[in-house]
């Protein structure tokens, strides 16, 4: 049984591979929290070039806009492979997901709500 950070680990450690091999690279930094039936992943430094050139060179809402309903759209399609990772990660089944980027940070949030809360092996406090 693992302890919650080794699934926090685990859970950052298939995020990161695949936003390498889905968005074409990976986040400068990834953090995942596990909260009871939650599960929180922070990924930052996640637009890539030409998303910042988008961003940039539209007016700042229509280019925010238009980032953020693609990059929605790309997660919802590969939902199916990110609940993979989090039910390997943690046992349990998603029952929703729920996403978000800002286009002034380059930092993205995706919540997972669990079927119910993971079970892990406490660590030893010293």
Do not use: W
Request: proline share 2%; hydrophobic share 40%; net charge neutral.
């Amino acid at each position: 049984m693992r302890t919650k950070g080794e699934i926090e680990a685990t859970i950052c450690e298939g995020v990161a591979h695949f936003e390498q091999e889905y968005m074409g690279r990976g986040p400068k930094n990834i953090q995942s929290h596990l909260f009871g039936d939650f599960v929180v992943i922070r990924l930052q430094g996640v637009l890539t070039a030409a998303e910042k050139h988008l961003v940039e060179t539209l007016s700042s809402e229509k280019g925010r806009d238009l980032l953020k309903q693609v990059r929605t759209q790309l997660i919802e399609i590969a939902r199916p492979k990110l609940e993979a990772i989090i039910f390997s990660a943690t046992g349990e089944k998603v029952v929703s997901m729920h996403h978000d980027i800002s286009v002034i940070t380059g930092e993205e949030v995706v919540l997972f709500t669990l079927a119910s809360a993971p079970v892990f092996r406490e660590t030893k406090k010293f």
